[in-house]
């Protein structure tokens, strides 16, 4: 839908009226037939046609392009009324200025920003709704640190809330103690068996080198006898040399 056309000061050409809803244009795009359109109107008729609605030349929203620049900036200068007019605001300012304005206006009505207040006031008006707002929220007088809401007051007890926050966190502190034993359990078991794996890890190089070291010692006493061997045939040799 467009801007309502009773909102705006003055003539405006028949060129910047959507060709569907008759308003004045909003975020405008252009057939290539140069019917113009608010963006919402025509993709809500093409949902259901594929036809421009003036002159029913085909089109689709692949054909649709933004509105020519001359237009555009004739339809930015366009004047109009605040759409707060009917709650007092006298502002009267440029269409391409007035989304800026409204998102200030303070005769928008903004909703109460207290959780469970349904109210909607003028935004010039909300301090003073605040103030008196059944749902606003303060510190508890008595010292006792909470934020209650007023219309809570007759039913906060001090001492019940104070011990409902201490049974809280009893709660909270054994869980958090529960959750630590547990990490720690967890921690110590897989450090044990990371020592224990290493330990059998380490038992096995024991055992291959006693093996490698019993072999050795074979090979030792080998060659001992061998050279044993050796010698007593040096010997016999030498005797037969002598005796020749």
Known sequence: MGYDIERFVGYVNEGLLCSICRDVL??????????????????????????????????????????????????NRLQLHCRNREYGCEMVCSLESIDRHERECEYSQIPCSNAGCRARVERRHLEGHLAVCEFRSRECPNGCGYTILSAEDSQHNCVAELRTELELLRSEMICRVEEAKHEMESRLDSQRRHMVQKESILQNEIEELKSQMSRVMSDVRSLMAAERQHRQELEQAELEKREL
Not at 61 to 68: D, K
């Open 26 to 75: 909003e975020d405008p795009l252009q057939a290539p037939c140069e019917h113009a359109f608010c963006a919402a109107c025509i993709h809500g008729w093409l949902l259901h046609h594929s036809n421009c609605p003036e002159d029913r030349q085909v089109m689709d929203v692949a054909l649709l392009r933004p509105l020519y620049r001359y237009m555009k900036n004739d339809l």
